[in-house]
């Protein structure tokens, strides 16, 4: 019996080994490589159009001044408010530069303070009548004021009211001299304040510092470029779209995304430039992406655009037939005893496990449907070791 009991057993078991031989036979054929031929469809364009992450903003501080670097603040990552100093050049020439035209402006405004008081003095005690700096007791001083001009004048022999006049007027020059020296020196100071301003570079925004240029005591000249500085809070897509494309944009459209890290989102048309470029002849469309989105700037995005060419034919194949393991999609075309390699560029998979291919391919060629992992140039279904060197 129990003899019998092993041999039931041992049939059941072989049974099971020759059903599960049958289904893993199945499924090796049904991944076997073939060659299929490159069909079409006739539906409605969608475009992938490639994109890069970017900061709501950003903005490259730059030196103003000539001179060494005296402190950077942070690193890249670190994250600082609006008005918080970034970078800042030494200033001590500046410094006493600023000193020396104080002890400037204090000359000048001893030397108008003086230039008022003489036209004052000339307003109310004339020097022409003065007698008190005429020696001996100022006697003839005194009668040629009283008798000698008032006899000349009534002679016609000089004009009193104009000498008057000059006298006046040359206080009122001296005196708008000396104001004006005043207003240069000010202005000489205030130059002096603005640069030593532009020699720290100020936060604009709340923000991230996401790359230095230069290090603490570096020498930098006017133009040099010192830190990049962005808005993080919210990041954004910018992408070169053709002049087609972009005609069927505008703001508030909401499209899909998929980033560089597998992660698939919504973009929202922020801003479509009003011109496009004269030599790609495409334009500059910026998106807005969901708060706290996981992306980064620089990141790599596609950007799914409707075509206006609707109804237009697409060439469509298995995602089964992309080689495996390559940076950019391309497919194996076979022509006539070899096969040769083609780069493709994809538009967006349909809902039968199939994607649209936007060039690189036309309908009725012929390419290798679930190629083996590793094949190159020149091989073929069928051919021994699946793999084929590539033929000169």
């Not at 003065?130 to 000349?152: A, C, H, I, Q």
């Not at 980033?259 to 430039?273: C, G, M, S």
Request: charged letters at 20%; one cysteine or more.
């Amino acid at each position: 019996m129990k003899y019998k009991f092993n041999k039931a057993w041992c049939r059941l078991l072989i049974l099971v080994c020759l059903l599960a031989f049958g289904v893993l036979s199945s499924t090796v054929a049904w991944a076997e490589s073939r060659i299929i031929t490159v069909e079409s469809s006739k539906s409605r364009t969608l475009a992938v159009i490639s994109g890069t992450v970017t900061p709501y903003k950003e903005v490259t501080l730059t030196a103003q001044l000539p001179g060494r670097v005296k402190m950077i603040a942070g690193e890249e990552g670190d994250q600082f408010h609006q008005g918080e100093q970034l970078v800042a050049l030494e200033i001590e020439n500046l410094e006493a530069k600023r000193k020396a035209a104080e002890a400037q402006l204090a000359n000048a405004q001893s030397a108008l303070q003086n230039a008022q008081v003489q036209y004052s003095r000339e307003l109310y005690s004339p020097q022409s009548e003065s007698v008190s700096s005429v020696p001996g007791m100022g006697m003839p001083k005194l009668f040629d004021n009283m008798f000698t001009s008032k006899f000349g004048d009534m002679a016609g022999y000089g004009n009193p009211a104009l000498e008057r006049h000059a006298d006046l007027y040359s206080r009122v020059t001296g005196v708008n001299q000396a104001r004006a020296a005043v207003l240069t020196t000010e202005a000489q100071i205030r130059e002096l304040d603005a640069m030593i301003r532009d020699s720290v570079s100020i936060a604009p925004f709340d923000g991230i510092v996401l790359k230095k240029m230069v290090e603490a005591g570096d020498t930098v000249q006017p133009g040099m470029p010192l830190i990049q500085f962005g808005h993080m809070k919210y990041m954004r897509i910018q992408s070169e779209v053709p002049a087609r494309l972009a005609s069927t944009l505008y703001p508030g459209l909401i499209l899909k995304a998929k980033l560089d890290n597998e992660i698939k989102t919504q973009a929202r048309v922020a801003q479509v430039y009003p011109m496009a470029d004269a030599s790609s002849h495409t334009v500059t469309v910026k998106f807005d992406l969901p708060e706290g989105v996981n992306a980064s700037p620089g990141m790599y995005t596609e950007l799914v655009i409707p075509d206006t060419r609707s109804g237009s034919t697409q060439v469509v194949i298995p995602k089964t037939a992309l080689l495996k393991g390559r940076s950019l999609p391309a497919v194996l075309v076979v022509d006539g005893e070899r096969s040769s390699l083609r780069l493709v560029r994809l538009g967006q998979e349909t809902n039968d496990n199939k994607i649209i291919v936007l060039s690189g391919l036309v309908s009725g060629q012929q390419i290798i449907d679930n190629p083996p992992p590793g094949v190159r140039s020149g091989w073929l279904p069928g051919q021994d070791g699946n793999k084929q060197k590539v033929h000169d």
